[in-house]
């Protein structure tokens, strides 16, 4: 795995583990908003926790105050991450894309992904433009037509940097 890899990888474990503590809390994200006098906007903290968005120190710590936990607990556990293995990804909700890493990437495979999400888009109406969600059926037809499973699919869209974590 390669230095970036391993990066986007943490990413998502702090993220979840933000998202395990505030559920713990039972916040909603709109309450750590309302909580931390706006500081942390509950889209951004939604970013934090999909791993779409790294956090630094300095907000690691003024979160953990926010929740009245110690910092080291908003990071994961050495026992939940290993980075040697790919992911077991939870497919059945589908997942979303990030459209704007997906006009910026190169690459044949990518230019077919794109071109199948165009027509997705199209076909839902959805113009947003940012992100969009795949959905499990469209994500198993896209597989099929590059000749990999779903979670390979899944993964190397990962490796690629243009998947998001679902919410």
């Known amino acids: 795995m390669s230095d970036e890899e391993h990066e986007n990888a943490g990413g998502i474990y702090v993220g979840e583990r933000l998202r395990a503590i505030r559920r713990q ?3 909603s994200l709109q309450d750590v908003e ?3 006098g ?3 906007k509950a889209s ?3 970013a934090y926790e999909r791993g779409e968005r790294a956090i630094s120190v300095p907000r690691l710590l003024r979160l953990a105050h926010v929740y ?3 910092a080291e607990q908003l990071l994961p556990r050495a026992e939940d991450i290993d980075l040697t293995e790919p992911r077991r990804i939870d497919l059945s909700q589908g997942f979303t894309l990030d459209l704007v890493r997906l006009r910026e990437a190169d690459g044949d495979e990518v230019r077919f992904i794109a071109r199948y999400v165009d027509r997705v888009a199209l076909a839902r109406q959805d113009f947003n433009g940012r992100v969009m969600t795949i959905r499990s059926d469209d994500l198993r037809i896209l597989a099929w037509a590059l000749g990999s499973s779903p979670e390979e699919l899944a993964n190397r869209l990962d490796t690629l ?3 998001a974590m679902a919410v």
Do not use: N, Y
């Open 25 to 27: 809390k039972r916040l």
């Open 34 to 36: 309302a909580m931390s």
């Open 161 to 163: 940097g243009l998947r």
């Open 68 to 70: 009245g936990v110690p």
């Open 38 to 40: 706006q500081e942390f």
């Open 44 to 46: 951004v903290l939604g």
